[in-house]
C-alpha cells in the first residue's frame, strides 16, 4: 500500500505495520478505560454523607401500630418524644383527624365533635378513667389540658360493649407521659413570647 503525504510524495506503508500499530492503540484505550472508571468511583466515593434523622416516621409507626391493635375504627396522634406534641392546643389537633371537627371560642379550638354529633355525646378519658366536665353539661373543654404531658390521643369513632356509656359519637382516649417511657432523664424547656404590634413589645406568653 502507499499513501501520499503533505508533499505528495508516495511513502511505502507495510499492512503488517500499520494494523499492528492499530492494535497497540485499541489496547492502550481498553487499559485508559478501566482507570478512568476507577478515578470516578473514588471521587463518588469521597463525598462527603449526610444523614437526617427524623421522629416524624416513628410517630407515624406508633399510630399505625395503635390503630391496628383497636377494634373498629379509630385514629391516633402520637408524640414521639416528650413535650413534642404537633400542636400546643389538643383540639387543635385532634382536627386533621378525618370525621373529627372541632368548635372554636374566640379563634381557639375548644370542643372536639365526632361524627358531627354534639360534643355531648363524645366520652373523654385520661389513662382510661373518665374525665369530668368543668361546665353544667357533658361536654369536655379541650383546651385545658397542657399538651406537654400529653403522649397520645385515640378517636375510637365505632362504639363496642367494652366501652363506657356516654359515648354513642365515639370517644377521645387521652395518655399522658408516664415516668419509665423514657430511658434517663429528660428535662424539656420551652418559651414564648406574644408580640403586640400596637406597643411593639414582646410579652411572655
Do not use: W
Not at 20 to 30: D, E, M, N, T, W
Not at 154 to 170: L, M, N, Y
Amino acid at each position: 500500500m502507499k499513501y501520499l503525504n503533505q508533499h505528495h510524495q508516495s511513502l511505502p506503508v507495510q499492512p503488517k505495520v500499520l494494523s499492528r500499530v492499530i492494535h497497540q492503540l485499541f489496547l492502550g484505550s481498553l487499559v485508559c478505560l478501566p482507570l478512568h472508571s476507577v478515578a470516578q468511583t473514588a471521587e463518588e466515593q469521597n463525598v462527603e454523607v449526610i444523614s437526617v434523622t427524623g421522629s416524624y416516621s416513628k410517630s407515624l409507626e406508633k399510630a399505625v401500630d395503635l390503630k391496628q391493635s383497636n377494634i373498629g375504627f379509630s385514629d391516633s396522634i402520637v408524640a414521639t418524644d416528650i413535650a413534642d406534641f404537633p400542636e400546643q392546643n389538643l383540639a387543635e389537633a385532634l382536627q386533621r383527624m378525618p370525621g373529627v371537627t372541632i368548635e372554636r371560642n374566640k379563634g381557639l379550638g375548644d370542643k372536639v365533635n365526632v361524627r358531627s354529633l354534639p360534643t355531648e355525646f363524645t366520652h373523654v378519658s385520661i389513662n382510661d378513667l373518665a374525665t369530668a366536665s368543668g361546665s353544667g353539661g357533658r361536654d369536655v373543654e379541650f383546651d385545658i389540658f397542657a399538651s406537654e404531658i400529653i403522649q397520645s390521643v385515640t378517636v375510637q369513632k365505632s362504639p363496642t360493649a367494652a366501652d363506657e356509656e356516654g359515648g354513642i359519637a365515639g370517644s377521645v382516649q387521652i395518655s399522658t407521659a408516664r415516668p419509665f417511657d423514657f430511658p434517663g432523664r429528660k428535662l424539656i424547656v420551652s418559651a414564648e413570647g406574644a408580640h403586640n404590634s400596637i406597643s411593639e413589645e414582646v410579652d411572655p406568653k
